[in-house]
């Protein structure tokens, strides 16, 4: 029974894992080149938008169940003797604590800012442009790679 267990958890530590390492990577290689493209107007209006379609029961559920059920199985194996190595486990979910940590700390600020700074003018939009899309894309890089990290491992571990 706890092999079953375990191996659900973990499953679902991997494909949650993925899900976000994902989403961040064509966040990094895709949507974010494409929005240097974009008029500081068009652009705050459209990050703007992502920002309040992402808060959705999906996303927050894949979002906290990544770092969670990392968490989980490592704690679940830890003085068992199972074929699954602990560093991998240990490495995964510190990767996938950390993911979270960054976007909690990092990236949700700055959405928080851009949705309130005024945004009437060209000057205001090309402000609050200036003031999120480089830290914002800083922080997503350093996600990504995090996220890629703690997929890596955790799909290792999962190979036992």
Known sequence: MFSFVFTAVLTVSVVTNGLLAGLFFVSSCA????????DDGSYVRAFRAIN????????????CAAPLTAVVSTIMIV????PTPLGWLLAGAACSVL?????AAGNVPLNRALEVAPADTE??????????????????????????????????????
């Open 123 to 160: 000057q205001q939009q090309r402000r609050a442009r200036h003031d999120f899309e480089a830290r914002w894309n800083t922080w997503n890089h350093a996600r990504t790679l995090s996220s890629i990290v703690a997929l890596t491992a955790l799909a290792i571990s999962s190979t036992g």
């Open 31 to 38: 949507i974010c080149p494409g929005f240097r493209r974009m």
């Open 99 to 103: 993911t979270f940590a960054i976007t």
């Open 79 to 82: 003085g068992r003797e199972e």
């Open 52 to 63: 309040r379609t992402i808060l959705n029961v999906w996303f927050l559920s894949v979002f």
